[in-house]
């Protein structure tokens, strides 16, 4: 496991951060772009109701170096967190000019 210094942290957030003028899009049907424009609200998704299985699970590569007790402890922990921490997710993609589906 990694432990990072504060200016570590800063770089690592400011690589991942978007900028403010980044153009986003997201595939998405008419009806739910009229809906969305109309009410001026966001559709955000519960990430638990993805059809794909392993979603949101943990890479056992993130477990490298950690103990059988540990690395139980943690897994443990997820499913309890599970319980009463929901995530609800919106996907965009940054836009690409031409392309006619977004």
């Keep these: 496991m990694a ?18 003028d980044l153009k986003i899009a997201r595939y998405i049907s008419c009806n739910k772009l009229e809906s969305m424009l109309s009410s001026n609200t966001l559709f955000f998704c519960n990430a638990f109701n993805f059809e ?4 949101g699970e943990i890479p056992s590569s993130f477990f490298e170096g950690w103990s059988k007790e540990s690395e139980e402890n943690y897994r443990q922990f997820n499913i309890l967190k599970n319980k009463v921490y929901v995530p609800y997710v919106s996907c965009w993609t940054p836009y690409q000019p031409g392309n006619k589906k977004m």
């Excluded at 432990?3 to 403010?20: C, D, G, H, Q, V």
């Excluded at 794909?52 to 979603?55: G, V």
């Design 52 to 55: 794909d299985k392993y979603e």
């Design 3 to 20: 432990i990072y210094t504060a200016w570590e942290m800063e770089r690592i957030n400011s690589e991942y951060e978007p900028k403010l």
